[in-house]
C-alpha cells in the first residue's frame, strides 16, 4: 500500500494513486539520468500532468503542491543545462523574447486580447483575465511584486462567449516559463 501522499476520505475523489505514482517515478528516473539523456518529462510535461479522480485517492492539494515544487526543481536544472549549452546570455535572451511576446498579447485593447469562443460555448470571463493581464503587464513593466504561485493558481469566472480557455492557458504558461526562468 503506497503512502507517498495522504489520502483523500473514502467518500471523496483524489488523484488515482497509481497514476500518481508511475509519473513520479518516471520523474525520478529523468532527474537521475546523465545530462545528455533526453526524457519526456521535464518542467513543462510536469505543469501539464493531470490524473485521474478516484474515490480515496491521494489528496490532489499534496500532490499539487509536490508537483510544483518538482517543477522548480527540474526547471533550475533545466536552467543550469541551457546556461552550459547556450550560455546565460542566451537564456536570458530566450526569457526577455517570451516576456515581450506576453505584453505584446497584453498590450491589445480589453475584451480584444484573445480570441473568443461561440455564444454558446463558455470561456474565461473577459474581465477577470484582462484584470489578472493588467497585474502581469505590471509586474513585467513596472516590477510590481508576483509569485510564481499566484499564476499557477489564478482562477477565473466563465462565462459565454467568453476568452478562448487555450489561449488564455497558453499565455500563463509562457508566464510561468519566464518566471521560472529568471529566479
Given at each position: 500500500m503506497s503512502t507517498t501522499f495522504p489520502r483523500a476520505r473514502r467518500s471523496r475523489l483524489g488523484y488515482n494513486v497509481d497514476q500518481v505514482e508511475e509519473f513520479l517515478e518516471e520523474a525520478r528516473r529523468a532527474y537521475a539520468a546523465e545530462n545528455g539523456d533526453s526524457s519526456i518529462v521535464n518542467a513543462e510535461a510536469i505543469r501539464r500532468?493531470?490524473?485521474?479522480?478516484?474515490?480515496?485517492?491521494?489528496?490532489?492539494?499534496?500532490?499539487?503542491?509536490?508537483?510544483?515544487?518538482?517543477?522548480?526543481?527540474?526547471?533550475?536544472?533545466?536552467?543550469?543545462?541551457?546556461?552550459?549549452?547556450?550560455?546565460?546570455?542566451?537564456?536570458?535572451?530566450?526569457?526577455?523574447a517570451t516576456a515581450q511576446a506576453v505584453l505584446d498579447r497584453l498590450d491589445r485593447p480589453a475584451r480584444k486580447r484573445f480570441k473568443r469562443v461561440g455564444f454558446l460555448t463558455t470561456g474565461y470571463h473577459p474581465k477577470d483575465v484582462d484584470v489578472f493581464g493588467d497585474r502581469l503587464t505590471g509586474y513585467f513593466q513596472d516590477g510590481e511584486p508576483m509569485s510564481v504561485d499566484e499564476v499557477r493558481g489564478v482562477a477565473f469566472r466563465t462565462r459565454r462567449g467568453g476568452y478562448r480557455e487555450t489561449q488564455v492557458d497558453l499565455l500563463l504558461d509562457s508566464v510561468v516559463d519566464v518566471m521560472l526562468a529568471v529566479r
Open positions: 500532468a493531470s490524473f485521474d479522480m478516484r474515490k480515496g485517492g491521494y489528496s490532489t492539494s499534496h500532490v499539487d503542491a509536490a508537483l510544483e515544487r518538482l517543477e522548480d526543481a527540474f526547471a533550475a536544472r533545466e536552467r543550469e543545462r541551457e546556461f552550459a549549452d547556450i550560455g546565460e546570455g542566451a537564456w536570458y535572451a530566450k526569457a526577455r
